[in-house]
C-alpha cells in the first residue's frame, strides 16, 4: 500500500511541477506546452524553487503557503494543462514510475541529511528567512535551491516523502529529457 501511495505522490507531483513549467514558459514566452512537457516540468523545478526562495524573506513556507506556491499554477494553466491532458498523463506516468523506483531502490546511507538537509528544510518551513544564520551554525551558510524545492513540497499532501519527492523527480525528468534529445 506504501508503494502505491508513493507512485500517486509521484504522479501528483510530476502534474503540478508541468503546471508550474508551463507558467514559466507563459511568463517568458518560451515555446509552447506542446513543444516539450519534459522541458516545461524542468521548468517548474526553477518557478518553484525561486518563488518559494523570494517569499521566505516575508514569510514562512507554511503547510498552507507550499500548498499555494504548487497549485495555484496548476489553476493559472488550466486551459493549456487541459488542452494537453492525454500528453501529459502519459508523461507523468513514465515520470512517476521513474521516481518511485528511484525511491524504491534508494538504500544508501545518507549521514548528512539528519545533520544538514533536514533541520534547514525544518527552519525554512518554521520561520521566515534568517539572515546570520550561518554565524549560529555554519553549515546553514551551504544553502541549495534544492533546499528551498523541497521545503515547497513539505506540506499536508505529500507529508514527510515531500522532501524526497522533488529529487527523485528531478532525475526522472533530466533522464528522459537527455533520453529524448538522444533520440531525436
Known sequence: MEYLIIIILNFLSCVILISNGTLFK??????????????????????????????????????????????LPFFLTYKNIYQYRNKIFYNSIILSLISSLIMFLDHTNRPDAGLYHLPFINILNDSKIIFGLANLEFRFGHTSILQYLSAAFNNQIFTENGILLPLANIFAFTTVYIFNLIKN
Do not use: P, Q
Not at 521548468?43 to 526562495?53: C, E, H
Open 26 to 71: 507563459g511568463l517568458f514566452n518560451f515555446k509552447s506546452l506542446n513543444e516539450d512537457i519534459i522541458e516545461s516540468g524542468i521548468y517548474g523545478f526553477i518557478l518553484i524553487s525561486l518563488v518559494t526562495f523570494f517569499l521566505n524573506f516575508f514569510f514562512k513556507i507554511s503547510n498552507n503557503l507550499s500548498l499555494i506556491i504548487l497549485i
